[in-house]
């Protein structure tokens, strides 16, 4: 039987948005206050209905991802501009510092021009003396105008602000009685509000099944001490240990010796949440959680203790034990750490009680032969160029 042709009109209507209402943010009315403010600066008065007749005020409008606030006008009156006795270099400044939108504006004029510019121009800047703003605004004196878009006003110190600069023979061709007015229609970049992102709790909660023991499928016996874990945890975090419950009997503790329940304590919370042991425990027993997180399996606690043996000191004493730590664990770190001391200190070094078992190993020597003669271009790099760069700069691009 033939179908019945599909109805895709609902495709082609045209949508409505219902219901979209943008609330402005406090501080942001739609009323006069500010015109009375900027007309209370002037010597002479100015109505707000003279600057209202003059000036459209928008509404909110997008702009990516900020929104526009509504545009607001800003009046200074400057009397008898072309008589004031300022000299190159020194500022008049608006009667009066406005408030709009939240922030403090004061309007400073070089009626003889500034030290970077000559006596045939007027410099006007635009302050901002309150926390930083992002904004677009135009300013004014009759018809010259020039307007700026997504400039960012700077309070440090007394304020910073951006410099207009109008030839002084126009400015005087605007005077209104012998005034200047000048006129700054601005809007400032309202940042959209960000959700509250709630903290996360992973860490937390792997603790808590950790400590729990709440369908854990395996334990261990460790100095006395029963440790219940997940072998699916362990078989990401920590394959090693996980190997080790493979082989055990269902049901049964897996005795773990040479391990002291402290350390393994604290390389199962590693396990789980990344977790930092305390500084007591790591400054203490570094070598004891790092000979635990090789033994099984656990790479980024053998990454800390890897580099707080780093962090905590090469010495003429221990540079050599630590070589061989760092030969038998395979940590980069720590062995360059190590060849790298040698080099600078061989006599000291060559003097210490672990020197003897270096002799031992034909393949350390060979490595402290290769740092001693190296070049000295191996370092934190620059770019890409993996090969001059130390184990460390390599880690962190990882």
């Keep these: 039987a033939d179908r019945p042709p599909l109805n895709l009109g609902y495709l082609t209507r045209p949508?409505?948005?219902?219901?979209?209402?943008?609330?402005?943010?406090?501080?942001?009315?739609?009323?006069?206050?500010?015109?009375?403010?900027?007309?209370?600066?002037?010597?002479?008065?100015?109505?707000?209905?003279?600057?209202?007749?003059?000036?459209?005020?928008?509404?909110?409008?997008?702009?990516?991802?900020?929104?526009?606030?509504?545009?607001?006008?800003?009046?200074?009156?400057?009397?008898?501009?072309?008589?004031?006795?300022?000299?190159?270099?020194?500022?008049?400044?608006?009667?009066?510092?406005?408030?709009?939108?939240?922030?403090?504006?004061?309007?400073?004029?070089?009626?003889?021009?500034d030290h970077r510019s000559s006596v045939e121009y007027v410099p006007i800047y635009l302050e901002n003396t309150s926390e930083d703003v992002k904004l677009n605004y135009t300013i004014r004196v009759g018809q010259w105008k020039e307007t700026a878009k997504d400039r960012v006003l700077s309070k440090k110190g007394t304020g910073r602000g951006w410099r207009h600069v109008c030839e002084r023979d126009t400015l005087l061709a605007q005077l209104q009685n012998g005034d200047l007015l000048v006129e700054v229609d601005v809007q400032v970049h309202i940042p959209e509000t960000q959700p509250l992102l709630p903290r996360g709790t992973l860490s937390v909660n792997m603790l808590q099944m950790l400590q729990s023991g709440k369908g854990s499928d395996v334990s261990?016996?460790?100095?006395?001490?029963?440790?219940?874990?997940?072998?699916?945890?362990?078989?990401v975090r920590a394959p090693a240990l996980a190997e080790l419950a493979e082989n055990g009997a269902p049901g049964t503790d897996i005795p773990l010796d040479n391990v002291d329940e402290v350390i393994f304590n604290a390389l199962l919370r590693n396990v789980y949440a990344e977790e930092y042991p305390a500084a007591e425990l790591m400054e203490e027993n570094t070598r004891d959680l790092l000979d635990a997180a090789d033994r099984f399996g656990c790479e980024h606690l053998k990454l800390l203790a890897e580099s707080k043996l780093v962090e905590s000191g090469i010495t003429t004493e221990t540079a050599a034990e630590l070589m061989l730590l760092a030969d038998s664990k395979c940590c980069a770190l720590l062995k360059e750490a190590s060849l790298v001391y040698f080099k600078d200190n061989a006599a000291g070094v060559m003097q210490s009680r672990g020197w003897e078992k270096v002799k031992q190993s034909a393949a350390l020597l060979s490595e402290l032969l290769e740092t001693a003669f190296a070049d000295e271009h191996v370092g934190a790099g620059n770019g890409d160029d993996y090969e001059c760069m130390n184990v460390g700069a390599l880690r962190q691009k990882l």
């Design 15 to 113: 949508l409505t948005l219902r219901s979209i209402k943008h609330t402005p943010p406090r501080g942001f009315v739609h009323d006069e206050s500010f015109l009375a403010i900027a007309a209370s600066c002037a010597s002479t008065p100015i109505s707000p209905a003279d600057i209202m007749g003059k000036h459209n005020f928008d509404g909110f409008t997008t702009l990516g991802a900020n929104l526009l606030s509504e545009k607001r006008t800003l009046a200074w009156k400057i009397g008898n501009f072309a008589n004031l006795p300022q000299k190159r270099g020194e500022k008049v400044t608006g009667s009066s510092s406005l408030s709009c939108h939240g922030h403090s504006w004061t309007l400073l004029v070089f009626p003889q021009g």
């Design 220 to 235: 261990f016996l460790v100095g006395g001490e029963r440790f219940h874990a997940h072998s699916i945890i362990l078989a």
